[in-house]
Nanobody, 124 residues
Framework: QVQLVESGGGLVQAGGSMRLSCAAS????????MGWFRQAPGKEREFVAA????????VYAASVKGRFTISRDNAKNTVYLQMNSLKPEDTAVYYC?????????????????WGQGTQVTVSS
């Protein structure tokens, strides 16, 4: 069982940066691939980024590639999402998710554990 708690959301101006954190419970954090997803008002939840269990492999949605960076610190049971050059269309609730596998996947159906979400609002 894994419990996830996101933090770091808030309000930022377009062009700014923000870092989200997701703290995970459990003793085998490095056995879990981690992902970030987001859901904007009136839209379905979508994939943002994922990182493999050991942390050596990452994958990004095309809309954030080159602007966002996912990373993890397995010693701290924490995964991060560094978001740069933010745009108003990045406004959404951001969710952290865990999958009991080394490999990073992009489909939310592959993730069995979810955080409560954190709001990110980018003003124009």
């Amino acid at each position: 069982q894994v419990q996830l708690v996101e933090s770091g959301g808030g309000l930022v101006q377009a062009g700014g940066s923000m870092r989200l954190s997701c703290a995970a419970s459990g003793r085998t954090f490095n056995n879990y691939a981690m992902g970030w997803f987001r859901q904007a008002p009136g839209k379905e939840r979508e994939f943002v980024a994922a990182v493999s269990g050991p942390g050596g492999s990452t994958v990004y949605a095309a809309s954030v590639k080159g602007r966002f960076t996912i990373s993890r610190d397995n010693a701290k049971n924490t995964v991060y999402l560094q978001m740069n050059s933010l745009k108003p269309e990045d406004t959404a609730v951001y969710y952290c998710a865990a999958r009991s596998s080394f490999y990073a996947y992009t489909s939310q159906r592959d993730y069995g554990y979810w955080g409560q979400g954190t709001q990110v609002t980018v003003s124009s």
